[in-house]
């Protein structure tokens, strides 16, 4: 057998296609989610080297079209829950003993797939299926994707090049094994980047995976999923079902070779995962790696001395891009008296340019909320905002649900920093705006740092350097991504590690060698080549 130390290619973040009017890779899109509409989907389980269809067949609609059917899935149940596991596990062995540029090739393979032959498949699926517009589609489904299988081939080469120093007459080694057991993949539905992350970059480590996706994110996992095939992933080393969240995770998580949990999702339901595990402890052969990102109230703070036109696209942006479907959306700010009117005249007149509809209409900025469930969620809090003497919507406001669950940007201004919308998620298009006192400033970054239970996401504002320095003291644990005149989403792979504390996760950063780290288990070897031949030490004479 041939042997060597193999350089991986250095990666590079992908570069973003415009889509702007008459290039081609905006035609190449158009005409992509041409066919997919006129196509009902049939989207099977995988689960080792079966395509199941259980004939139990739930819709897959578009958030902005719901009466549109874009295919069905195949529900599984508890049956199919152990047939995931099972499967993986067989499939373990093999996997975790195969040389790891051999893993590194299948992964890099998958990139480049998803760079060229199927961009276009999982943009539009994307759009189609999440109701992303071709930009947050094309940053999200092609490039961070592919960002994120590149550089964590580099990561993990970085890792294994870690080594231990060694003294004379012996040879020490560090092994970085998988775990031992099937990592259990729980993947949310605004990042398609994020869904085939989870999965993927344990496999990448030589793990065994049971990738249970969100409903409304399937119709994209499954172009994930034949990516993956493509590349030439090994059957059961990542299994893809649709199950009962309550029913998996009580199968899953008494299983004894259950070996970790890579999920994204709510802060309730990654908490009711850590205690069950808590509760089943004494059945694991190891303990469990828990590794979750579970959202944020994601805050801007200006100060008097920063740039307003800045400031307001950085809400604009930040808070409205992808209907602020984003952990780390803009979703509170405090904003100085002295700068308040003149940032409103901006925001106003950004708002009033941005149009609402369906991603198949490029020039629309704002697109549907993901299901009648959230978009019931949101206009609640808005309907609440209108009645309140506390607080008063001063630029959208409006929504409605006949064709596609459309809600349109909406800004709630409120007198009193602890009005709901200032402390909830509402993970929707809605940003509630605080005007402080120029003068306390210092007094409102407490405000800011004790407000919310979540530590995701934040950004400062401000040309005035000892200004900057005094809120990043003083919100040194409130975002885990922390940004500097600029809005508070975004993070690139390989450039701003992504995760957060507190509620919002364990913080382990995704897009990063940390978060590689949690999906090894090393082995130290010490091999001396000299070996003491006499028990007696010298102190003894």
Same mark, same amino acid.
């Given at each position: 057998?041939?042997?060597?130390?193999?350089?991986?290619?250095?990666?590079?973040?992908?570069?973003?296609?415009?889509?702007?009017?008459?290039?081609?890779?905006?035609?190449?899109?158009?005409?992509?989610?041409?066919?997919?509409?006129?196509?009902?989907?049939?989207?099977?389980?995988?689960?080792?080297?079966?395509?199941?269809?259980?004939?139990?067949?739930?819709?897959?609609?578009?958030?902005?079209?719901?009466?549109?059917?874009?295919?069905?899935?195949?529900?599984?149940?508890?049956?199919?829950?152990?047939?995931?596991?099972?499967?993986?596990?067989?499939?373990?062995?093999?996997?975790?003993?195969?040389?790891?540029?051999?893993?590194?090739?299948?992964?890099?393979?998958?990139?480049?797939?998803?760079?060229?032959?199927?961009?276009?498949?999982?943009?539009?699926?994307?759009?189609?299926?999440?109701?992303?517009?071709?930009?947050?589609?094309?940053?999200?489904?092609?490039?961070?994707?592919?960002?994120?299988?590149?550089?964590?081939?580099?990561?993990?080469?970085?890792?294994?090049?870690?080594?231990?120093?060694?003294?004379?007459?012996?040879?020490?080694?560090?092994?970085?094994?998988?775990?031992?057991?099937?990592?259990?993949?729980?993947?949310?539905?605004?990042?398609?980047?994020?869904?085939?992350?989870?999965?993927?970059?344990?496999?990448?480590?030589?793990?065994?995976?049971?990738?249970?996706?969100?409903?409304?994110?399937?119709?994209?996992?499954?172009?994930?999923?034949?990516?993956?095939?493509?590349?030439?992933?090994?059957?059961?080393?990542?299994?893809?079902?649709?199950?009962?969240?309550?029913?998996?995770?009580?199968?899953?998580?008494?299983?004894?070779?259950?070996?970790?949990?890579?999920?994204?999702?709510?802060?309730?339901?990654?908490?009711?995962?850590?205690?069950?595990?808590?509760?089943?402890?004494?059945?694991?052969?190891?303990?469990?790696?828990?590794?979750?990102?579970?959202?944020?109230?994601?805050?801007?703070?200006?100060?008097?001395?920063?740039?307003?036109?800045?400031?307001?696209?950085?809400?604009?942006?930040?808070?409205?891009?992808?209907?602020?479907?984003?952990?780390?959306?803009?979703?509170?700010?405090?904003?100085?008296?002295?700068?308040?009117?003149?940032?409103?005249?901006?925001?106003?007149?950004?708002?009033?340019?941005?149009?609402?509809?369906?991603?198949?209409?490029?020039?629309?900025?704002?697109?549907?909320?993901?299901?009648?469930?959230?978009?019931?969620?949101?206009?609640?809090?808005?309907?609440?905002?209108?009645?309140?003497?506390?607080?008063?919507?001063?630029?959208?406001?409006?929504?409605?649900?006949?064709?596609?669950?459309?809600?349109?940007?909406?800004?709630?201004?409120?007198?009193?920093?602890?009005?709901?919308?200032?402390?909830?998620?509402?993970?929707?298009?809605?940003?509630?705006?605080?005007? *402080?006192?120029?003068?306390?400033?210092?007094?409102?970054?407490?405000?800011?740092?004790?407000?919310?239970?979540?530590?995701?996401?934040?950004?400062?504002?401000?040309?005035?350097?000892?200004?900057?320095?005094?809120?990043?003291?003083?919100?040194?644990?409130?975002?885990?991504?922390?940004?500097?005149?600029?809005?508070?989403?975004?993070?690139?792979?390989?450039?701003?590690?992504?995760?957060?504390?507190?509620?919002?996760?364990?913080?382990?950063?995704?897009?990063?060698?940390?978060?590689?780290?949690?999906?090894?288990?090393?082995?130290?070897?010490?091999?001396?080549?000299?070996?003491?031949?006499?028990?007696? *030490?010298?102190?003894?004479?």
């Amino acid at each position: 057998m041939s042997t060597g130390f193999f350089s991986v290619p250095t990666p590079k973040n992908e570069p973003i296609n415009s889509y702007a009017p008459n290039t081609k890779e905006r035609e190449a899109l158009i005409a992509k989610l041409t066919e997919m509409r006129s196509i009902v989907a049939d989207v099977p389980m995988y689960i080792g080297s079966e395509e199941v269809r259980t004939g139990n067949k739930q819709a897959l609609t578009s958030p902005h079209d719901h009466q549109h059917i874009l295919g069905y899935y195949h529900e599984g149940d508890a049956t199919h829950v152990n047939q995931a596991i099972d499967t993986a596990l067989a499939a373990r062995e093999a996997w975790a003993n195969l040389p790891w540029e051999n893993r590194m090739a299948i992964f890099l393979k998958a990139a480049d797939l998803s760079a060229t032959k199927y961009r276009n498949e999982l943009n539009a699926s994307t759009m189609l299926g999440q109701s992303k517009n071709a930009y947050q589609a094309e940053i999200d489904a092609a490039c961070e994707w592919i960002d994120f299988l590149r550089f964590n081939v580099h990561f993990a080469t970085q890792i294994y090049a870690e080594q231990p120093i060694s003294s004379d007459y012996v040879w020490n080694r560090l092994e970085y094994r998988p775990l031992e057991g099937f990592v259990f993949a729980v993947t949310p539905f605004n990042f398609t980047a994020i869904a085939g992350n989870l999965p993927a970059s344990a496999a990448l480590m030589g793990n065994v995976v049971v990738w249970k996706p969100s409903p409304q994110q399937i119709y994209s996992a499954n172009v994930l999923m034949k990516v993956l095939k493509e590349a030439g992933l090994p059957d059961g080393v990542i299994n893809l079902i649709y199950t009962d969240g309550p029913l998996t995770g009580d199968i899953v998580f008494k299983h004894p070779q259950f070996a970790g949990v890579h999920f994204t999702g709510s802060t309730k339901v990654f908490q009711h995962i850590w205690k069950t595990i808590g509760e089943n402890i004494h059945k694991y052969k190891s303990y469990p790696r828990i590794v979750g990102e579970t959202g944020g109230k994601d805050f801007v703070v200006a100060h008097k001395s920063a740039d307003a036109k800045a400031l307001a696209v950085g809400l604009v942006r930040g808070a409205f891009e992808y209907q602020g479907q984003k952990c780390s959306a803009a979703s509170r700010a405090y904003i100085p008296n002295t700068l308040w009117e003149q940032t409103w005249e901006y925001v106003q007149a950004d708002l009033n340019e941005i149009k609402v509809g369906p991603v198949e209409d490029f020039s629309n900025f704002v697109n549907a909320v993901i299901d009648e469930k959230a978009f019931d969620k949101i206009t609640t809090y808005i309907a609440n905002a209108k009645a309140s003497d506390n607080a008063k919507v001063i630029a959208g406001g409006n929504y409605d649900k006949s064709k596609g669950y459309f809600i349109e940007p909406t800004i709630i201004l409120t007198e009193d920093p602890h009005y709901t919308t200032m402390c909830e998620e509402i993970f929707g298009p809605v940003l509630t705006i605080y005007v *402080y006192d120029a003068d306390k400033y210092e007094e409102t970054l407490d405000i800011v740092n004790t407000t919310s239970d979540y530590a995701l996401t934040g950004a400062i504002f401000s040309q005035d350097r000892y200004a900057l320095e005094v809120a990043n003291k003083k919100l040194v644990n409130a975002a885990g991504n922390f940004y500097i005149n600029d809005k508070p989403t975004g993070a690139v792979v390989g450039q701003q590690p992504f995760g957060g504390a507190r509620a919002s996760g364990t913080n382990d950063k995704a897009g990063s060698m940390l978060n590689l780290l949690r999906w090894v288990s090393p082995r130290t070897i010490k091999e001396t080549f000299v070996s003491p031949t006499d028990y007696k *030490y010298s102190f003894l004479g």
